[in-house]
């Protein structure tokens, strides 16, 4: 069910328990009244029978026959009274009472009637009527009191009831918001744990089925973006290796053009001045042209290793072991270049699945450079830790060094890219990032002018490659 | 008669070390330099007749000399010289006046015939 229509749905019940604890107050009320108003008129009728029986009295007592009739109107009046308000009464306490009620009245004015027509004034007639009247009297009292004694707990209950519907209310309010919010959350959730994946270069998808409200869409067209970014992150490797290709032509003709024009140079001059040449210069000219030729010989020897698709001879490492092996191999440059080494292995580090030989070359090489980048001296700093979420190790490497200029960064990784003059062949950094992505891995760089460069090395755990017994 | 004076500029410090030993004998006056901003500094001491320059060098590259040059001073003929045998290049050097350009490798007899050319000598 939708979220929307999950709130419509909670509103709607609210709104009928509402209408619910309105209308079963409202009933209430009305019978609190219809009671009240009987028991007005109650009152009445019960000053009426006093009356009544104060006048009977006074007929034994003074013989007066004129209080018969005073009697008899009263008791008219009574009648009318009760056929007038007969609804109300029946209501209040049913048309049994009400018969009953009808009856007492009407054994008394039998009585009455009785006793004014033969004038009696005898005892056993006093008697009766003094016990009808004091029947009527009582009866009526009785229902009286345990009208108002029922009102009075018909407003316990409407108080009860409406204690108890306000606590029904407020427990379904939290309830139902709590579900639905609880919800919301967990696939909130999702989606950030998601995007944080998505962030690091990863692209997962939300695998459990997504729930058919909001949530779901929000979670369904998520999962279509994390695709749709990994189908354009290839598009646009694909689309860098072939721009690479590109340079890197254009490099091997730019880098196989200068030695070239320099052997040719030096040898139409070597024609040209001949005669003026001493034998020392002519040696020397073709000194160097060994030597251009020698550069030329390693220009292409480089491509040709580069070039060469290595077979990787993979196995299980220990990450820091591979760094302490490398360490080694370079300890004698840093000694001499005035490079202090500041090592913080993480000791938690799953083991790698990798071509050892492989990433001693990419190590050596990032170590080259941050010594050539700190020819002051300085610091080379060695860091390693384990992303348990991505299940990949991250090896970082940086100097304090002269840094790499912002316009440069985007094209350390280019073929033939060098910033270092003549020392530079702009491969290694190139070489160093196709292994690292044989590796399944990723290379990324930090750095300020001044300050120094960082690369992250990031590679997967052998856990992560599915490697057996990992 | 005053010697004709040449501005030689490559990072390969061959190309200038031939270029001074081939256009003395031919009896011109030659400085070489092996990077653009050394060159462009030079220049404000002393009047060349012609500049040749490499096109792709680090700082200062040979567009930046040739726009320099021409908008500086006039009158000093540029050739341009590079490994790159790229054609956008020519067309965009041919566009800021270049007077000649050469892919690498150089055949120093054209270089030298474009030079006396640059120089109304032929």
Known sequence: MKIEHKIYLSNSIHILLIVLIGLVALQNLNDILTKFRFTVIAEGLNATFLEMRLAEKNYFFYGDVETFNNIQSRIDQTNATLLEVRPDIIRAVGSAKFTKL???LHVYAQLIDSIRKENHRDVAAQKKLREAGQDLK???????????????????RSKNILRVSFLAVVLFAFLFSNLIVRNIGKSLRKVISLTRAISRGNYPKIKEQPSHDEMGEVINAINAMAEGLHNREKEIIQSKRLASIGVLVAGVAHELNNPLNNISMIAQTYTEVYDGLSKEQRIDFMEQIDEE??????????LLDYAKPKEQHLSRAD????IKKTLSLVQNMLNISNIKITLALAEDLPDIYIDEHQIQQVLVNMATNAIQAMDQGGELRITTRYLPDDEKIEIEIGDNGKGIAPEFLDHIFDPFFTTKEEKGTGLGLWVSFGIIKNHQGNIRVTSQTGIGTTFTISLPSCHKLGVANC | MTKHSIMVIDDEKIVGNMAKLTFEQDGYEVETFLNGESALARLTEKPFDIVITDLKMKGVDGLEVLRTVKKLYPGIKVIMITA?????VAIEA???DVHDFFPKPVKIKELKASVKRALGEE
């Open chain 2, 84 to 88: 790159f045998a790229n054609l956008d």
């Open chain 1, 102 to 104: 009808q009856d007492y």
């Open chain 1, 319 to 322: 990450t820091n072991q591979v």
């Open chain 2, 94 to 96: 041919l566009r800021d």
């Open chain 1, 293 to 302: 030729t020698e550069r030329l010989r390693l220009i292409i020897h480089n």
């Open chain 1, 138 to 156: 009582t009866f009526s009292e009785d229902i009286t009191a345990l009208e108002i004694e029922s009102i009075g707990a018909l407003i316990v």
